[in-house]
């Protein structure tokens, strides 16, 4: 019994063998496999939200996708997991297009169907459904590149279906338990189906005590840093600000890097800041620098106090290069004209502001386990997805969001550049 539980399939590389894998049967079962896995997001997408139809139909699709994943060859393992990299990440090559090397964007892509197909087609190798369950089960805790946006469960977040671990455990054993037991034992696969539905469903977090404006800015990454426009977007955000003053409204909350600037080092601007910090509190993103090192930051201005909160965890290859010194020195001299990777604080961040205390995160950190440690009750995330529209990145960053708000009980107040400024609870 074990040994057939952990049964691994010897790979075979021979011609014959390589030619197999592109046979349009395994291609077209990766395809639609994918396409199942993958329906979640573009409903989403395409603003299709009536819970009426979302819910059945993300169901039924989780529900197809994750069969085939458990009982499929690893042929179709292999063209599923490619597929899903290019349906989940085709975008993550986007920013090359403001370093002047977009015909990279092709090669990126393929790198990265290449890469998550390589990964189903190890996990395909263990021929029981029951093995294959487990690897996906614990997949979400393989952050390749430090990249941990591929979190299968993110599948059922919008479906009847409990997303906790415990919840997506039972969901894969009962498909795993349908196709290994004959005839009327499938009963049991069904009940354990039952008992992964969320029940009772997801209710709203209470809001923090605050009337809270999330500037919706839509400023293109070709002009954010350019020097000629540096003014005029300071104006643009000073008169946001004054809007929300006008408006009555408690605290605002500008994306990240509002001001592409070097902030605190601009002491006109930051006593501007404080100065209306006296009618509203002010939430921006911002560039800090100590003099040696360079950050991405939040600062906040709250009754004239300035509290600034450095990142923790860079965004990969966009941040920071996730590789060895001295490819990242020459990954940073080619394409990133030598520039150096940020520095980070040593921990999250927690700012204690009149209306409440707020866990602080910058676009990518909020959708990482690390910055949800002890549980905060708020947190304001700030983000710009220019580097990456139009895609479905912004989608996609929201329904991790939504995914980390309800594993953690976290209110997430997120304003976004070019993406999705909401209050996810």
Known sequence: MLGEIFYIQRPFFTKRS???????????????????????????????KNDFLVKPV????????????LVSRGQTLFWS??????????????????YGVREFIPFMILFTAVGYGLFFWLIGLFSHPLT???????????????????IPELTLIHSYFGVTKWQFGLFLFSLSVFAYLKKWYKIIAIILLLLSVEY??????????????????????SLKWKEEYKEQSIENNIAVILEAINEKYDMVVLN??????????????????????KEIIIVTGGLYSDGKNSYNSTYYF??????????VILVPFGEEIPLPKFLAKWINDTFYDGAEDYKTAKKPTDIKLSVGTFRNAICYEATRDELFWGNPKYM??????????????????KILMEYFSRKYKTVIYHSANMGISTIIH
């Open 380 to 397: 304001i995330a700030i983000s710009n997805n220019a580097w990456f529209t139009p895609s479905i990145e912004p989608t996609l960053q």
């Open 58 to 69: 993300t169901s039924i699709s989780a529900i197809l996708g994750f069969y085939m994943l």
């Open 302 to 311: 709250d009754n004239e106090k300035i509290y600034i909160a450095n990142k």
């Open 81 to 98: 997991g490619f597929f899903i990299g290019i349906f989940w990440f085709y975008w993550i090559g986007f920013s090359f297009r403001y």
């Open 200 to 221: 009772p469903p997801h209710k709203k977090l209470p809001l923090a005590n605050a009337k809270v404006m999330l500037a919706d800015s839509k400023l293109d990454q």
């Open 256 to 277: 990240e890097s509002a001001f592409a600037l070097f902030l605190n080092t601009d002491i006109k601007l930051m006593q501007k800041l404080q100065e209306l910090s």
């Open 18 to 48: 390589f030619i197999n894998f592109f046979s349009p049967e395994y291609i077209l079962g990766g395809f639609i496999c994918a396409l199942l896995l993958s329906l979640f997001i573009y409903l989403d997408y395409f603003g299709i």
């Open 132 to 150: 294959r369950a487990v690897l996906f089960l614990f997949f979400s805790y393989f952050h390749p590149m430090s990249f941990n946006w591929f």
